[in-house]
């Protein structure tokens, strides 16, 4: 198996050396992740501008690339730059967990949502910030449940999220947005934006993602590229007929 790993955090953050060395018993990796932090970037790309792309140490000569820009780049760059195809992409482990509505903003999830249209399989994983060597310990049951699963055979794409201490594993479709942000100006017409965690809209439905994460359930959500609603195509194919 030929594996693309990834992240947002940047390729000097712990998580993705963790992936990286966990995943080398699953076949052959490559390594292609952003020079600096790009959390929040989501599916973005940089066409205006030239950026730096260089070769890096990691992990005792594995093959590495340090790309200073976006993950959805970085998943470019593999597949286009290096001229390779791949089984699967692996994005993460992200530090802080992406769930709900908010994973449109993630760049750990845009990395596996480029994959999928370039036509392979994407898994993003991640945990909470303080959370990570619990969540390399459970990597095993995790691709142990995707692969006897056939997981990647009936979906494409997947986002996992792994709590703490977990209690087991649910099937989870995408929760309501799990942060509320506010502009706080910082004077000199400067702002940040700054929140916090807010609950599901549906507190007590373990289908959603939010609400199983928190609950301490390992949560694999499947996940699709199109932006087509299918139920409104079909009525509105029907009306123009």
């Not at 594995?62 to 195809?85: H, I, K, N, Q």
Request: charged share 25%; aromatic share 10%; hydrophobic share 35%.
């Amino acid at each position: 198996m030929r594996i693309l790993i990834t992240n947002d955090d940047g390729i000097n953050a712990e998580g993705i050396r963790a992936l990286a060395e966990w995943a080398m018993k699953l076949g052959e990796i490559t390594v292609v992740a952003p020079k600096v932090e790009q959390s929040g970037k989501s599916h973005g790309i940089e066409f205006t501008k030239h950026f730096e792309i260089k070769k890096v140490d990691f992990l005792n000569g594995t093959e590495a690339y340090s790309v200073d820009s976006t993950p959805a780049d970085c998943v470019r760059f593999g597949f286009m730059g290096l001229g390779r195809e791949y089984d699967l992409v692996l994005s993460g482990i992200n530090r802080g967990v992406n769930l709900g509505a908010d994973m449109v903003y993630s760049g750990t999830v845009g990395a596996i949502f480029e994959a999928g249209r370039l036509g392979c399989k994407g898994v993003a994983l991640s945990t909470y910030p303080t959370t990570l060597d619990e969540a390399l310990a459970e990597l095993d049951s995790v691709w142990e449940r995707i692969t006897k699963g056939g997981y990647l055979d009936i979906n494409p794409l997947y986002n996992v999220n792994i709590p703490p201490k977990p209690k087991g594993f649910k099937i989870t479709k995408q929760g309501s947005p799990y942060f509320s942000d506010e502009f706080i100006y910082e004077g000199d017409n400067m702002y940040m934006q700054m929140g916090g965690k807010i609950p599901d809209v549906s507190p007590e439905d373990m289908t959603r993602d939010t609400v199983a994460t928190e609950a301490g359930y390992i949560t694999i959500t499947p996940l699709l590229c199109t932006r087509t609603n299918m139920e409104a195509y079909e009525k509105l194919s029907r009306k123009s007929d």
